[in-house]
């Protein structure tokens, strides 16, 4: 074979493995950049993460001390414990094959036993699923405190900590002091001044407890909102980069193709040129090849 058809196949060849790995080297700095990105929009949302849990977490308390308050909070206790009832698994039968009431070729099975499902148990009742297991066990937790009981704590809470006693100090001793100076110490309506106060200062303590507790709510409920407007645009980031990654391996793939695909034509080219007939009768590869 001439040695510039031996010269043309090896460049074919060569252009070939050269233009698939630029393609794949391509591809893998494509690939290493999204990477990049997605791990960057990883940390990004973990930092606003972390920056907002502890007004997330405030706000989840402050909803909680209001719901309380208004007598229909309570809740928390322990759920029983779901216990595993492992499944059974079954056994084949055995297949025969031949005839059967005149049917030639008829396949019968005979023997074999059916396995029995995965089950679960929770203070001794049977589930065939796991979400009625999980239902049932929410539903009877144990330990947790009634919405009443919730209520008369979180009142209770404020008529003895130390900002009511303070308060109804000052407000009972003013009340004396005025009473004392204008001679009804003693009167009557002193005295019902004096028992009507601490009722209503307890009443004006717990509603501004609450409108307290709307607002660290609120800001929760914000906090919250943002996080999950973080983790949405992080969703998207990472979506996108994995776009990216994939279209940088399907290009490589389709690059890396067409380079063999050039290469091999290059080939048949010359092979092709060396079939041609010359003007001493036969073609280089018939002189050449062996």
């Known amino acids: 074979m001439p040695g510039p058809a031996i010269a043309g196949i090896i460049g074919s060849v060569a252009s070939g493995v050269l233009k698939s790995n630029a393609a794949g080297k391509a591809a893998g700095a494509q690939t290493k950049t999204a990477n990049a990105q997605i791990e960057e929009s990883r940390r990004q949302f973990d930092l606003v993460q972390s920056l907002l849990k502890p007004y997330v977490s405030a706000g989840t308390g402050a909803l909680q001390g209001q719901l309380d308050l208004m007598g229909i909070g309570g809740g928390g206790g322990t759920a029983p414990s779901i216990q595993t009832i492992a499944g059974t698994p079954g056994t084949p039968g055995t297949r025969n094959f031949g005839n059967d009431r005149g049917m030639p070729g008829r396949v019968t099975t005979t023997g074999g036993t059916l396995g029995t499902p995965e089950r679960y148990t929770v203070n001794g009742q049977t589930f065939n699923s796991m979400a009625e297991a999980q239902a049932y066990a929410d539903a009877n937790k144990t330990g947790g405190v009634s919405a009443t009981d919730a209520q008369r704590n979180a009142i209770a809470g404020l008529a003895n900590g130390e900002q009511f006693k303070a ?39 717990i509603d501004r407890q609450l409108s307290n507790l709307g607002g660290i709510a609120a800001n929760g409920q914000n906090a919250a909102g943002m996080t999950g407007q973080a983790a949405q645009n992080a969703g998207q980031q990472v979506n996108t980069s994995l776009g990216n990654i994939g279209q940088a391996q399907a290009g490589a793939a389709l690059a890396s193709g067409r380079a063999w695909n050039n290469a091999g034509a290059g080939i048949l080219e010359t092979l092709g040129g060396l079939a041609q007939p010359t003007t001493d009768g036969g073609g280089l590869f018939q002189k050449w090849a062996f």
């Open 167 to 205: 308060l109804t100090q000052q407000g009972e001793y003013g009340l004396m002091a005025n009473a004392a100076a204008t001679g009804g110490l003693r009167g009557g309506d002193t005295q019902g001044a004096l028992a009507q106060y601490r009722p209503q200062m307890l009443q004006s303590l």
